[in-house]
């Protein structure tokens, strides 16, 4: 698929783009690719593998800056990434993609965006715009998340898991990733080498980096609280460990006098003087309610219980 930078996305044809009048937008398959690379007369001879792609960067060649684009699934952070590649010169920019993310970043651009002074550095900032657009709301929502956790645990109003907690720092800390390689990118655009960019249209990289870098500060936030949750949740399963231990030592330490009554008594010497008495039963059960009516009020004055 191919579109012309106007006041907005124009689909066209491959035909529609030569003669460098006006910037464009390509997106091919691999396949695709491997046929027209040499018509787009970039100088570079790449061939991306999906499998290969491990991070979202850009590198300057002499006639072109190729980069790739390993984007988190927004729905599933922890499940695989988008990978695909793109080159660029001061003509316009080839994304290459089997798996159909650019499409969708593309379309998002075209259905959203239309430009009063198009350039392609305007297409850039629009597209990478679209990467992290929800991202603040997604942000937002692992707060309220944390926030509920600590008030259940603080509270205790529930359970919370430790699985859950991991989960969502493990997400946080692939978010923080994947943005500290956006401002990679972004200043790799920025610092514009090969003079691909006009000057005054170098803002919009500046913007996107400053923009992607609150993000990371956020993310960075947000993953000192999830520590912080774990570390109250650890404390709180200690404190309701420790009360349970108190509650066995207490009930260990009242049976003890009990379990020497029925020691002494349940040897049954013969001359045992208090076999014979008639108030020995009665006697040795007021005794042993006495004590087990005083050990609890002594462990209820020293606050034990």
């Not at 984007?71 to 290459?96: C, H, Q």
């Not at 349970?244 to 049954?268: A, H």
Request: glycine share 6%.
């Amino acid at each position: 698929m191919y579109y012309r930078i106007g006041e907005t996305l124009e689909e066209c044809e491959r035909e529609d783009i030569g003669g460098g009048h006006q910037q464009y937008v390509a997106l091919l398959t691999s396949a695709e690719w491997s046929e027209e690379q040499e018509s787009f007369d970039m100088g570079i001879d790449i061939e991306p593998d999906a499998y290969e792609i491990m991070s979202t960067k850009a590198e300057v060649n002499y006639d072109s800056l190729t980069g790739t684009f390993c984007i988190p699934d927004r729905n599933n952070l922890s499940g695989n990434d988008k990978r695909f590649a793109f080159a660029l010169d001061e003509k316009g920019i080839v994304f290459i993609d089997d798996s159909g993310t650019a499409k969708q970043l593309i379309q998002g651009v075209q259905r959203t965006r239309k430009w009063k002074f198009p350039s392609l550095e305007r297409f850039l900032y629009d597209f990478l715009e679209q990467i992290i657009k929800d991202d603040l709301t997604l942000m937002e929502n692992y707060e309220k998340e944390l926030d509920e956790m600590d008030d259940i645990i603080l509270n205790d109003k529930g359970e919370v898991t430790a699985e859950r907690v991991n989960d969502i720092r493990k997400d946080i800390r692939n978010l923080r990733v994947h943005y500290e390689q956006l401002m990679d990118l972004g200043q790799e655009l920025e610092e514009n080498e090969n003079h691909f960019f006009e000057k005054e249209n170098i803002r919009y990289f500046h913007l996107f980096s400053n923009r992607v870098a609150r993000l990371r500060d956020v993310s960075i936030g947000l993953n000192d609280y999830t520590m912080q949750i774990r570390d109250i949740y650890k404390s709180h399963l200690d404190i309701k460990q420790n009360h349970i231990m108190t509650v066995l030592t207490v009930v260990t330490t009242i049976f003890m006098p009990l379990t020497l009554i029925v020691g002494w008594y349940g040897m049954n010497f013969r001359y045992m003087p208090e076999l014979e008495t008639r108030w020995g039963y009665p006697v040795v059960i007021i005794v042993s309610v006495v004590i087990v009516l005083g050990s609890l009020l002594f462990f209820k004055k020293k606050k034990w219980l």
